[in-house]
């Protein structure tokens, strides 16, 4: 053997060597390459140039976040956006979680018949739900005429002023956002640990109160997850419904293109993002804390 042919193979030995065995895994892997590449250019690259546009258009680096903090008008939108936020998001909650507790416990045909209750408006378009709450509440519209009619008011309700008709239509088109986690979660329950909890001795308050909200708790902040952060962009019934009171997503609207400031509309959208980063990353450490350490959404 020569001296070459011997050091060939050590190469290729070595080469060998650095090879890492083909795993299902590593497979798998690859599987995600293309999604990641669309999701780097329709998503990141975008927020990246709206944060940078941010700090453009004006004298200093953060003159539009300056501008934003001292208008007390912008800042009235911007607290206003995250109330209406807030308010959607507990109004779903309650009203979501007995009725996801209901469908939860039904079978066979029922079930169908209520699964296709919630999931029809769901397929059903924003617009057209939106239209149709303004048949609803506008001032001589079904619910003034019926109210009136029976003699309950006596002038119209000025429902599509003051916010008031659109926070009514987004809880109803965001109900099936909250319930949908939530059922999810409650038909995964057992119910022999709630006969167990009966059979301990637990009265029906203690056995919802100590064994299924826990247990439900995963299905609760999903929903609520959900419902708030949509909340926070929605844009087409504020737009129809919103009155006199505007949300964050009809002013950047506004700024974009009637005004056509697009760094203050970036500057406003990077805000609402930073602040729904932080809310998240809060509420994620409360739900760990609460869950005794687990991350939220896992059950023990």
Not at 71 to 91: E, G, K, P
Not at 210 to 232: E, N, R, T
Not at 252 to 278: H, M, N
Request: with cysteine.
């Amino acid at each position: 053997m020569t001296l070459q042919h011997g050091a060939r193979l050590a190469a290729d030995g070595r080469g060998h060597a650095r090879q890492r065995p083909w795993t299902p895994g590593r497979g798998n892997a690859l599987l995600l390459l293309l999604p990641l590449a669309l999701l780097a250019a329709f998503f990141v690259l975008p927020l990246a140039v709206v944060v940078a546009q941010s700090f453009s258009g004006s004298a200093t680096l953060f003159g539009q976040y300056a501008a934003i903090l001292t208008n007390q008008a912008t800042l009235a939108v911007v607290i206003y956006t995250f109330w209406t936020a807030l308010l959607v998001t507990l109004a779903t909650l309650v009203l979501g979680y007995p009725v996801a507790f209901m469908v939860s416990r039904a079978s066979g045909g029922l079930l169908h018949l209520c699964l296709a209750l919630v999931l029809v408006p769901f397929w059903t378009s924003t617009v057209i739900r939106t239209y149709a709450w303004i048949v609803i509440l506008q001032r001589r519209g079904v619910l003034n005429d019926m109210l009136i009619g029976t003699g309950l008011i006596d002038r119209p309700l000025k429902l599509m002023t003051d916010g008031v008709g659109m926070q009514i239509a987004m809880i109803h088109i965001m109900l099936p956002f909250m319930i949908l986690p939530l059922l999810n979660a409650m038909r995964g329950i057992d119910g022999t640990v709630l006969r167990a909890a009966a059979v301990l001795g637990a009265n029906p308050w203690r056995q919802f109160v100590h064994v299924y909200l826990p247990l439900s708790m995963s299905g609760v902040s999903a929903g609520s997850v959900l419902v708030f952060i949509s909340s926070l962009g929605f844009y087409i019934t504020p737009a129809l419904l919103g009155g006199q009171r505007t949300m964050i997503a009809v002013l950047i609207e506004q700024q974009a293109s009637r005004l056509l400031d697009w760094p203050l509309a970036s500057a406003l959208a990077t805000i609402v993002l930073a602040l729904t980063c932080v809310l998240f990353v809060v509420y994620e450490r409360a739900a760990t804390r609460l869950a005794g350490g687990r991350p939220s959404g896992e059950v023990a």
